[in-house]
């Protein structure tokens, strides 16, 4: 989200609008704010490399947020806005941050969160009062004396973002950082740019929350080639469509939840608004039902582009609306990384044969101060990764998935990590053992399901499942909650004691060859 040699060239040009309030950022605004904050982060002690994170909504300070960090060298983390005190907690200790930067809206939790995390030295709020300390400060008047011109050692920062993963709590996804200035960004950049032709006065629609890094990774995109991106604080249907049209709307984002709400519409909605602007709409973070893609192409025309690729950067396949036509199902063709598809024995399946998906990497990385775990996410010569999605290669070389990685749940796009609710489970006096993954969902592709396996005498009834979703919902975000809780007598158990949950998920899914709805 650097704005460089715009912040020059244009300073007066937009490069943030905010779809709610209509709070325009120009880039010679961004240039000022980003300079100054990055002061204030040297001044207190953060070098290059050194982290900080970021917790609130979309909000008009959230882009000079990052923009900070990219021109002074540091890694910031983009953390999930619904976490509770607990989970925002454990991403602070984890990153390493020495800051944390949140929103008055969010103010509570963070600032509960930071009383167990002595090595944040710093909060700033960017809409609200400080405490009255050194450490809760309001990020205007901590930095309203800085200079607005940039530090004397600019060099690149990146974000360090978390992946659930499929064992154990969420890791940081650590990538090396050339020591370069900011105006040079990382390779992976190009490679997108490339992809979805952005371009100098492109207008970015940005439906999704900041911290994921789709969204993110396009709005940094849209400023550092001059762009402008418009940014809404929720995503709604018709607010979207009307947004195409009152700004001319060249490309823009979406995940496959936000197209079948956009289907949904009645019919006039849908045709009161000129989508002609558009020139590419861009779809990830979810496989999308084939039924649902198809309606949108005969809707918006062939402009849909679909990628795939885990935030690790292991590889990219993409496909353009004509290849997907012609593959339907298909996340495309492999872009960067070579793909292999392997069995449980790591030998090469032949096509058309769903297997685990290990690709020679693209981009390198490794897991945040975690070298086991970066370990099992290689293979054993270290030449290939893996985030475990199933998949096999059509006759034509185009990938398609067939399971997700290993009880991974996507809603709404959402990476939901199923092993921390059921740790929680656990630990209710009631629960002897638990299961949770995901089940199919229309709207959402999928939800959270919990199966439980009760203490003896425990009623098995809709009052029993209401107290452990409400005991989960003190807990964990939202998106991780159950939306439901069925009971089983006894949960299946491999000899070796590890949970057989294929068994209880398969339920659910019927006899689809795939899991993907």
């Not at 509770?84 to 103010?107: F, G, H, M, P």
Request: aromatic share 8%; charged share 20%.
């Amino acid at each position: 989200m650097y704005p460089g040699k715009y912040a020059a060239l244009q300073p007066d040009h937009p490069a943030v609008i905010m779809a709610g309030s209509g709070e325009t950022i120009t880039y010679g605004e961004l240039e000022a704010r980003s300079n100054r904050l990055a002061h204030l982060l040297r001044q207190r002690g953060l070098g290059r490399l050194d982290h900080y994170s970021i917790y609130m909504e979309n909000h008009a300070r959230y882009v000079e947020c990052c923009a900070a960090g990219e021109r002074s060298g540091h890694y910031y983390t983009c953390v999930n806005s619904f976490l509770t005190v607990e989970e925002l907690a454990y991403i602070l200790t984890n990153s390493q941050s020495k800051v944390l930067i949140t929103s008055q809206a969010k103010r509570d939790v963070a600032l509960a969160a930071i009383e167990l995390c002595p090595a944040i030295e710093l909060c700033l709020i960017v809409d609200g009062p400080g405490d009255g300390t050194d450490r809760v400060l309001n990020l205007g008047e901590a930095t309203k004396d800085l200079p607005a011109t940039p530090i004397a050692d600019e060099s690149l920062g990146t974000a360090m973002l978390y992946s659930s993963g499929t064992t154990g709590r969420p890791k940081g996804i650590l990538r090396p950082l050339p020591e370069q200035p900011p105006l040079h960004h990382l390779p992976i950049f190009d490679f997108l740019n490339k992809l979805w032709q952005y371009r100098e006065g492109m207008i970015y629609l940005s439906p999704a929350p900041l911290y994921h890094s789709a969204p993110q990774a396009a709005v940094a995109l849209t400023i550092r080639t001059g762009g402008t991106a418009i940014i809404m604080e929720r995503f709604d249907a018709e607010t979207y469509l009307g947004l195409i049209e009152k700004y001319k709307i060249t490309h823009s984002q979406l995940v496959p939840t936000m197209f079948s709400r956009l289907l949904k519409l009645p019919d006039d909605a849908r045709a009161r608004h000129d989508l002609s602007s558009l020139e590419i709409a861009i779809h990830a973070a979810a496989p999308c039902p084939v039924q649902v893609k198809e309606q949108m192409i005969a809707w918006w025309g062939p402009i849909i582009h679909e990628y795939y690729g885990a935030t690790e950067g292991l590889g990219f396949t993409a496909c353009d609306s004509h290849e997907w036509l012609k593959h339907k199902g298909t996340v495309g063709k492999v872009l960067a990384g070579k793909l292999h598809v392997l069995d449980d024995e790591m030998n090469e399946l032949p096509q058309g044969t769903p297997g685990t998906l290990w690709f020679e990497t693209a981009t390198p990385f490794e897991y945040f101060n975690d070298p086991q775990k970066t370990q099992e996410a290689r293979s054993q010569d270290g030449a290939m990764s893996t985030v475990g999605d199933v998949g096999y290669l059509d006759p034509d070389g185009y990938l398609h998935l067939t399971d997700r990685a290993t009880f991974m749940i996507i809603s709404g796009g959402v990476n939901i990590y199923p092993q921390e609710c059921e740790n929680l489970l656990i630990t209710h006096p009631k629960v002897a053992d638990a299961a949770v993954f995901g089940v199919p969902n229309p709207d959402l592709g999928e939800e959270v399901k919990a199966v439980v396996q009760l203490m003896p005498d425990v009623p098995q009834n809709q009052k029993t499942a209401e107290e452990l979703i409400a005991f989960c919902s003190q807990h964990l975000a939202r998106q991780k909650v159950p939306r439901s809780i069925d009971f089983e007598a006894e949960l299946p158990r491999l000899p070796t004691g590890k949970l057989y949950k294929r068994l209880l998920r398969d339920r659910y899914w019927g006899n689809k060859t795939s899991r993907i709805v």
